[in-house]
T-cell receptor
Framework: GEDVEQSLFLSVREGDSSVINCTYT??????LYWYKQEPGAGLQLLTY?????DMKQDQRLTVLLNKKDKHLSLRIADTQTGDSAIYFC???????????FGKGTMLLVSP | IAGITQAPTSQILAAGRRMTLRCTQD?????MYWYRQDLGLGLRLIHY???????GKGEVPDGYSVSRANTDDFPLTLASAVPSQTSVYFC???????????FGPGTRLTVL
């Protein structure tokens, strides 16, 4: 079955870069997503990448995909205290299939 | 209202009681979803609906039922609550299945 793994916790200092990693088992995953959950709130889609892409950049966010190793990463440049949240990696086989979420990585940014 | 709302915000419930969690969206989205979020387990899909009048089972449907009588509302019912259903429940919607999902603020449910 599908499985998505993430490290549970990451702590960085304000201004540093953060890298959150995710591995998935289903090699047929086509769509890979990063969601952000702030305290007491629902999930918000940050960015996504298609499996035929290696990299996607959106302002401070860079997503890297290593399809051979089934490894996805989210890099946040110049991390701010407002970036403190839980970040979820998710994948789907095709556009209309359900999402499989990882357990989430809690990012703590200290001043 | 704007977006997607859930009610109640939180609830403490005795085991064996019936409970309905409400979810309403005003974005005219066709697809809606119910997830539960548990520490160490992430989000797991309970039920979904691709369009009004249709529903489907997700990863963990047992003990839950849903209905989709209209586009806006997607209630989740626990017929006889058990302590293992203690969780935070999130409703989400998307224009169509596979589009970006927008999440509600969640309902924290405790079953004693």
């Amino acid at each position: 079955g599908e499985d998505v793994e993430q490290s549970l916790f990451l702590s960085v200092r304000e201004g540093d870069s953060s890298v959150i990693n995710c591995t998935y088992t289903d090699s047929s995953s086509t769509y890979l997503y990063w969601y952000k959950q702030e305290p007491g709130a629902g999930l918000q889609l940050l960015t996504y990448i298609f499996s035929n892409m290696d990299m996607k950049q959106d302002q401070r966010l860079t997503v890297l995909l290593n399809k051979k190793d089934k490894h996805l990463s989210l890099r946040i440049a110049d991390t701010q205290t407002g970036d403190s949240a839980i970040y979820f990696c998710a994948e789907s086989f095709h556009r209309y299939s359900t999402l499989t979420f990882g357990k989430g990585t809690m990012l703590l940014v200290s001043p | 209202i704007a977006g997607i709302t859930q009610a109640p915000t939180s609830q403490i419930l005795a085991a064996g009681r019936r409970m309905t969690l409400r979810c309403t969206q005003d974005m005219r989205h066709n697809a809606m979803y119910w997830y539960r979020q548990d520490l160490g387990l992430g989000l797991r899909l309970i039920h979904y609906s691709n369009t009004a009048g249709t529903t489907g089972k997700g990863e963990v449907p047992d003990g839950y039922s849903v209905s989709r009588a209209n586009t806006d509302d997607f209630p989740l019912t626990l017929a006889s609550a058990v302590p293992s259903q203690t969780s935070v429940y999130f409703c989400a919607s998307s224009v169509d299945r596979g589009d970006e999902q927008f999440f509600g603020p969640g309902t924290r449910l405790t079953v004693l």
